[in-house]
């Protein structure tokens, strides 16, 4: 089946722009996490969804970022006001149960670039 | 909070020859999972180790988790151009739940 999808791939955005990256999880799993992947740098946490509810969102940066999944599939993340210092590559990664040991699997990422 | 540690950063090997890239975490693991990123990719999933001392084999991949299960190996025999990406571990905390991921070690291959 298909694997996990993000739109845009890629995204260019003046400084203080908003911008919605959108990730399709594959079908039927339960946990969507996503992270923020600094060149050079291996992801960093960002928030984890079970379902509908968002249980932690203790990695986003500030609160001009903001993520949400209202159905429990498709998850958007959201930069308001957008800085240079937000351009990295945002990685979506879905699981089928509610472990965090369970495998992920990463969709193709956003690759953000704030001017 | 954890830190996860990789080291070398890069390793450039000669193909044919053998090399390992070690992760050290601050914290002790509950588990630990290895991917791999080739060049523009996403990080793939590899293998998860859980057990103290676990060794798992994925062809000439060897896997290795430490005793005190605070690191882990990553050996490659017999290095081939296809080998040449990004490999990262990640790290579970016995008292927290989120992946912690170190910088990754990127592999060159020379022919």
């Known amino acids: 089946g298909a694997g996990v999808s993000q739109s845009p791939r890629y995204k260019v955005a003046k400084r203080g722009q908003d911008v919605a990256l959108r990730c399709d999880p594959i079908s039927g799993h339960v946990s969507l996490f996503w992270y923020q992947q600094a060149l050079g740098q291996g992801p960093e946490f960002l928030t984890y969804?079970?379902?509908?509810?968002?249980?932690?969102k203790s990695g986003l940066p500030s609160d001009r970022f903001f993520a949400e999944r209202p159905e429990g599939s498709v998850s958007t993340l959201k930069i308001q006001r957008t800085q240079q210092e937000d351009s990295a590559v945002y990685l979506c990664a879905s699981s089928l149960g509610l472990a965090v040991s369970d495998t992920q699997y990463f969709g193709p990422g956003t690759r953000l670039t704030v001017l | 909070g954890q830190q996860v540690m990789q080291i070398p950063q890069y390793q450039h090997v000669q193909e044919g020859e053998d090399f390992t890239t070690y992760c050290n975490s601050s914290?002790?693991?509950?588990?630990i999972q290895w991917y791999k990123q080739r060049p523009g990719g996403h990080p793939v999933f590899l293998i998860q180790?859980?057990?103290?001392?676990e060794v798992k084999k994925q062809k000439r991949l060897t896997f290795q988790f430490g005793e005190a299960k605070k690191n882990s190996s990553l050996h490659i025999t017999a290095t081939q151009t296809t080998d040449v990406g990004t490999y990262f571990c990640?790290?579970?905390?016995?008292?927290?739940?989120?992946?912690?991921f170190g910088a990754g070690t990127t592999v060159t291959v020379r022919a």
């Open positions: 990640a790290g579970v905390s016995s008292n927290d739940y989120k992946l912690s």
């Open positions: 914290t002790t693991l509950s588990n």
């Open positions: 969804f079970q379902n509908e509810a968002q249980l932690d």
């Open positions: 180790l859980v057990k103290s001392g």
